[in-house]
């Protein structure tokens, strides 16, 4: 590991400008990711501003919205009262997520910009555009079981990892970051950048930007919401194939959906296809199936994960059933 200096911010405005000031520096909260990638050689910094004295970690609710600090950790936020009661998806995906110590460690704003787990982007012997821009793309040709079926392009066809981001696309939430340029609000589904040439940059921040916070409204569509994830042991393993799905109906008929998916892409999924063939809708086993075929409409599998097309498939169909009462 490279040798790095340590700091403590005072407060935002000091953490902000300490790391945009500086291109090797970076924040620290829990560092359950960043110290491995640091360990690994795929991610280098020499200063680190450790953020946890900040008051960033409250979770409170404001006229119909409620407010997640960027510091909350996960494990609290999990079993926050007003976050199972309201957003039943959003406590499911984060106790799906790493194990207990890990979730009593890792803070909201951390996880949602932890990196893939691409086994060639943490190897720093093999070619990746992702840590080293214009090296190539291992798992095209390579290994890519875990890799992406939508999203992906001829630079890199990584999975985005965080099930929290799943589900906090289901709930149409807000980032909330400052940085050198100010506050900014972002919409959850414009903060992921899809690979394309520049699969470097994955979100829409810029060095020295920090997320403070998550905002996300309240309703009836996230009251009636799960978290399903597949993958290949019970416990501290990322999805194979995860959906997140929150409802909102009458009778049987679809009032409104929402529909994400993660393990399967470059950046948390939503298909507004697969939500407009059941919107209107009864559930029923047709309407269901016209869902699973669209969100897997313009997939593209490679030699090992075309199994994924499938699973997707019968995941949704899963969740959606349970959430409506099907049999």
Same mark, same amino acid.
């Given at each position: 590991?490279?040798?790095?200096?340590?700091?403590?911010?005072?407060?935002?405005?000091?953490?902000?400008?300490?790391?945009?000031?500086?291109?090797?520096?970076?924040?620290?909260?829990?560092?359950?990711?960043?110290?491995?990638?640091?360990?690994?050689?795929?991610?280098?910094?020499?200063?680190?501003?450790?953020?946890?004295?900040?008051?960033?970690?409250?979770?409170?609710?404001?006229?119909?919205?409620?407010?997640?600090?960027?510091?909350?950790?996960?494990?609290? /936020? %999990?079993?926050? *009262?007003?976050?199972? =009661?309201?957003? @039943?998806?959003?406590?499911?995906? &984060? #106790?799906?997520?790493? !194990? +207990?110590?890990?979730?009593?460690?890792?803070?909201?704003?951390?996880?949602?910009?932890?990196?893939?787990?691409?086994?060639?982007?943490?190897?720093?012997?093999?070619?990746?555009?992702?840590?080293?821009?214009?090296?190539?793309?291992?798992?095209?040709?390579?290994?890519?079981?875990?890799?992406?079926?939508?999203?992906?392009?001829?630079?890199?066809?990584?999975?985005?990892?965080?099930?929290?981001?799943?589900?906090?696309?289901?709930?149409?939430?807000?980032? /909330? %970051?400052?940085? *050198?340029?100010?506050? =900014?609000?972002? @919409?959850?589904?414009?903060?992921? &950048? #899809?690979?394309?040439? !520049? +699969?470097?940059?994955?979100?829409?921040?810029?060095?020295?930007?920090?997320?403070?916070?998550?905002?996300?409204?309240?309703?009836?569509?996230?009251?009636?919401?799960?978290?399903?994830?597949?993958?290949?042991?019970?416990?501290?393993?990322?999805?194979?194939?995860?959906?997140?799905?929150?409802?909102?109906?009458?009778?049987?008929?679809?009032?409104?959906?929402?529909?994400?998916?993660?393990?399967?892409?470059?950046?948390?999924?939503?298909?507004?296809?697969?939500? %407009?063939?059941?919107?209107?809708?009864?559930?029923?086993?047709?309407?269901?199936?016209?869902?699973?075929?669209?969100?897997?409409?313009?997939?593209?599998?490679?030699?090992?994960?075309?199994?994924?097309?499938?699973?997707?498939?019968?995941?949704?169909?899963?969740?959606?059933?349970?959430?409506?009462?099907?049999?």
């Amino acid at each position: 590991m490279k040798a790095f200096t340590y700091a403590k911010a005072r407060d935002v405005a000091d953490a902000v400008g300490s790391v945009g000031s500086r291109p090797g520096a970076t924040f620290i909260a829990g560092g359950t990711d960043l110290l491995n990638l640091m360990k690994d050689g795929a991610q280098i910094h020499d200063q680190l501003i450790d953020i946890n004295g900040l008051p960033l970690a409250g979770i409170t609710q404001e006229q119909g919205v409620v407010k997640i600090g960027g510091l909350a950790r996960m494990g609290d /936020v %999990a079993a926050h *009262p007003l976050i199972r =009661r309201t957003f @039943p998806v959003l406590s499911e995906a &984060l #106790l799906a997520s790493a !194990s +207990p110590q890990v979730r009593n460690m890792a803070a909201i704003g951390g996880n949602l910009l932890q990196r893939t787990r691409c086994g060639y982007f943490r190897d720093v012997g093999s070619p990746c555009n992702k840590r080293a821009p214009g090296s190539g793309c291992s798992a095209i040709g390579g290994e890519n079981r875990g890799h992406a079926v939508l999203g992906g392009s001829e630079s890199c066809i990584a999975v985005q990892p965080s099930d929290l981001a799943v589900a906090l696309l289901a709930l149409d939430a807000t980032v /909330v %970051a400052t940085g *050198p340029s100010g506050e =900014r609000r972002i @919409p959850f589904d414009e903060f992921y &950048l #899809l690979p394309g040439n !520049s +699969p470097d940059r994955e979100t829409v921040l810029g060095h020295g930007d920090l997320i403070v916070g998550v905002e996300i409204p309240t309703s009836a569509l996230a009251l009636r919401s799960r978290y399903l994830k597949l993958r290949d042991r019970a416990t501290f393993e990322f999805a194979v194939v995860s959906v997140a799905a929150a409802l909102n109906l009458r009778g049987q008929v679809v009032q409104d959906v929402r529909l994400t998916f993660g393990g399967v892409a470059t950046k948390p999924w939503r298909s507004r296809e697969a939500e %407009a063939a059941l919107r209107g809708r009864a559930l029923t086993e047709a309407s269901i199936t016209d869902a699973g075929q669209a969100a897997v409409a313009g997939a593209v599998a490679r030699e090992h994960n075309a199994f994924k097309i499938e699973l997707l498939r019968r995941a949704l169909s899963v969740i959606v059933k349970d959430l409506g009462g099907v049999r």
